[in-house]
């Protein structure tokens, strides 16, 4: 093997915890090599998830908005035509720029870029096959898999691509479909829901839960569904579904209440949102003595190292949320605990983000889970229709609620449904990082007119002392 091909680290895959991971360990000095399959860098995150949905969700609540919400503020307009084409065209557009970005980034901090599929070949070895079949084999002082996930099927029912479609292909179909059957309540499936639904289709969305969103606060979550189904969203929860039919010209699914009723929805394309597993396929962290979990996870310790003490996992691969900036944090914690130092990462104050309209964003816990564990806490909530600034913005859908800590006061859970919720979480997602309480958040001067006053009234509410309430 050429010294050239040797590394202080390899990392396989080059989505947000993998390229990140390689940035960062570069920055500390190592020599990096990063192995993505791929032809451009980003992951599922980059290239066939997080943004270029966000860009299809911008895109079609601005279509949205200019047929059916500016007449509310005075703004007249004339016909208003769908250019699919150009919106899609809009979405691959950002997703060049942006994985483009990252590979100016390797260039910059030095990390080496092999494309192709990475296999470990022993503890110290990875195995690249190139699109041709072509192999090179990198030596690796150490080892870092951040293989990532991959879109779950029905059990029996492969995705056709077409027909019965993943997250990938809902994100560029060439037409409206006339009826979008979504089998899934989970964020998924409502995000894509929400852009094939302002765009025209009829979206009916099958979830075999008594509920939408599994993790979300329950009641927040009623609240959601309620806005859900003003905007045309149909819901069939608590509904397994049995058989799937996808001959001829659409696709029919057989399904099952949990009253035991039968049903049968027909539509012209199934977009299945079951979940995403674990990406272990193919790499051979099995074979080289890397322990899983029943779930097909990788399982490491406090330092994400692997029963192979050369080998480390992050992100997806791991136990813990699928979430993007999850894998990110810990690509650059992993690579610091090789360094010698001594990072951290709070779990609890991870961020979740629901990109619908209005948006639905939460840190730490909801009610459900704090009562399961027993645990004594206050109730602060306020709604948008009372904040200024909402109300200018005709988006008043919505509320702030916060949870704390009964006897110490400390903020246990943020949850927030309503506009720009994606961007008012991080202020409570530092707030739950630095162990701040609901008084502190109260105490903070909020600007105003905002939709952040918002939350400094609901933790003003956490002691019933809400003043524009």
Known sequence: MSTENNFDLVVIGGGPGGYVASIRAAQLGMKVACVEKRSSLGGTCLNVGCIPSKALLESSEL????????GVHGVETGSVRLNLKALLSRKDKIVDELTKGIAGLFKKNKVQHFQGTGRIAGPDKVEVTGAKGEKTMLGATRILIASGSEAIPLPGVPFDGKKV???????SLPKVPKHLIV???GVIGLELGSVWLRLGARVTVVEMLPKLLGPMDEKLTAQAMRVFAKQGFEFHLGTRVTAVDSKGAGVSITAQTA???EINIKGDTLLVAIGRRPHSEGLGAAEAGVAFDERGRIQVDADFRTSVPSIYAVGDIIAGPMLAHKASEEGVAVVEKMAGQHPHITYDAIPWIVYTWPEIAWVGKGEEELKAEGREYKVGTYPFMANARAKTMAATEGQVKILADKKTDRLLGVLIIGPRASDMIAEAALAVEFGASAQDLALAV???PTLSEAIKEAALGVEKRAIHI
């Open 165 to 171: 479609i993943s997250s990938t292909e809902a994100l």
């Open 183 to 185: 089998i899934g309540g």
């Open 259 to 261: 009253e035991g009723k």
């Open 63 to 70: 279509y949205h908005i200019a047929r059916e919400g500016l």
């Open 446 to 448: 909020h600007a105003h």
